[in-house]
């Protein structure tokens, strides 16, 4: 909720929109201004079509991938979470690019065999899983910044090196914004890292907290869906007007000065745990791009989903136990992401600063 809750710009939107009615089976105006928002801050977005959650977003581009190129592989990152279609929930276990297995129970070998399974930022992997498999890989899907292991940032370069070998390899690059977009930038992590995809995937910040997805790209590509191209998806509640008005009201309150806000408050956030723990003597490691943030138990660096993996989840449990009884909920995972708000004033954040400087102290005992 980057604006936090019930902001009355928003509760105004979706009252007005409430009392016009919320479903036509139909396009309306709102969607198309939507649309047209975002392209207007994605540039790489020509089209797009809404749907009602990221995980139809991520999966209709996969499926568009695979039509538009007539390839059947998909490279993900280990630790990259895409949504719950079968084919991008594979087991993040093996770190090496290698054939996936499925990582739930309930999803068939068929259904995973052709996502490959690379580490984040090993820029290598992907290049030598498009040697072993030429010519077969549909797309490569990326979160930006992954925010699902924990926050873990892209190194210098490896987004522009994705780019570059899909381009050579003749494959898609899908980023999966569903998080950053609109939240660490305007323009998400492709303005951030000035990195032009072919796809690109929304969700979260898009509906302003009511249930919406979109997906889009190159022209060329988003005419292949339907009914303009044969590449078929449909939603019943796609587009619906609710989540649009929240949406539209939302993207109209985020301007420059609100990511100068944010950024400014995650980095004073990201200070004060750092301090915090290095008063305790408690290693920690805190990845952040702007209002998102992960706070790791772990004096290593964090590049992928390996090294997210050494960090001390019981020394992570006994801290955030600590937290909420003074009156502070952060992600109750290690591998999740934190994120700011502009509701985070001044007052919000003395009173989190001094509750983190409580936290940590006890939490070496608690461990023990
Ligand atoms: C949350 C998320 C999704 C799935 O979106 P839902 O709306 O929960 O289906 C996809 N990709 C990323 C990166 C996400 O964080």
Redesign the pocket.
């Known amino acids: 909720m980057i604006l936090g809750h019930r902001p009355p710009a928003v509760v105004e939107a979706i009252r007005a929109q409430l009392e016009r009615g919320w479903t036509f089976g139909a396009p309306t105006e709102g969607e198309v201004r939507l649309a047209s928002l975002v392209s207007d801050r994605m540039p790489a977005i020509d089209m797009l079509r809404l749907v009602n959650?990221?995980?139809e977003a991520?999966m209709s581009a996969v499926r568009l991938a695979r039509a538009a190129t007539g390839r059947r592989k998909l490279i993900k990152f280990a630790g990259g979470?895409?949504?719950?279609a079968d084919s991008l929930l594979v087991d993040a276990g093996s770190g090496v690019a290698t054939l996936g297995v499925p990582g739930t129970p309930g999803i068939t070998p068929a259904a995973a065999e052709d996502t490959v399974v690379a580490r984040f930022n090993a820029l290598g992997d992907v290049e030598s899983a498009m040697e072993r498999w030429p010519k077969q890989v549909a797309a490569v899907i990326v979160?930006p910044v992954a925010?699902?292991m924990g926050v873990v940032l892209p190194t210098d370069g490896f987004l522009a090196g994705l780019r570059d070998v899909t381009r050579d390899s003749g494959s898609l690059l899908i980023f999966?914004e569903?998080?950053t977009g609109f939240r660490i930038a305007r323009g998400g992590a492709q303005e951030l890292y000035g990195v032009t995809p072919d796809l690109t995937?929304l969700?979260?910040v898009l509906g302003g907290g009511l249930p919406i997805?979109a997906y889009g790209g190159r022209r060329d590509i988003m005419e292949q869906v339907a009914p303009a191209g044969p590449v078929y998806q449909a939603g019943t509640l796609s587009g619906n007007p609710l989540a649009v008005a929240a949406g539209l009201a939302t993207l109209e309150a985020l301007d420059h000065r609100v990511y100068h806000q944010l950024e400014a408050t995650g980095g004073r956030v990201a200070s004060a745990l750092a301090l915090a723990a290095a008063v305790a003597g408690v290693p920690l490691t805190v990845n952040r791009v702007g209002s998102m943030l992960t706070a790791f138990f772990t004096a290593g660096v964090v590049t992928d989903y390996d090294t997210a993996k050494r960090a001390d989840t019981v020394q992570f449990a006994a801290w955030f136990r600590r937290l909420l009884p003074q009156g502070v909920l952060f992600p109750p995972s290690q591998f999740e992401a934190a994120f700011l708000s502009t509701a985070h004033d001044d007052d919000a954040l003395a009173f989190l600063e001094s509750a983190l400087q409580e936290s940590f102290s006890g939490v070496l005992a608690d461990r023990r």
Not at 81 to 84: D, K
Request: net charge negative; proline share 0%.
């Open positions: 959650s990221g995980t991520t979470y895409h949504g719950h979160e925010g699902n999966d569903v998080i995937c969700g979260k997805g």
